[in-house]
């Protein structure tokens, strides 16, 4: 897999997905609300609805979260 070279690092999934990830291993929850996870998320880096969208994708393709049976994230790991 190819890294971008044209964009800030700041937006790129990669670095916003690690950033997702130390919020989420930071907390002793298991389960995550979509919205206060991307508010979190938002206090730290200028990220939108959509690119965190991505992030949340990319994050369940690698196996990392998963949508539990109440509809909220939850960490895999």
Do not use: H
Not at 55 to 60: H, K
């Amino acid at each position: 897999m190819l890294l971008e070279q044209d964009i800030a690092p700041n937006k790129d999934i990669y670095y916003l997905g690690s950033r997702l990830l130390e919020i989420l291993l930071s907390s002793n929850n298991q389960e995550f609300d979509f919205f206060t996870t991307y508010q979190k998320l938002k206090e730290e880096e200028k990220i939108s609805v959509s690119l965190f969208v991505l992030v949340i994708d990319w994050l369940y393709l690698m196996g990392l979260i998963k949508k539990s049976n109440k509809g909220y994230l939850e960490k895999c790991f």
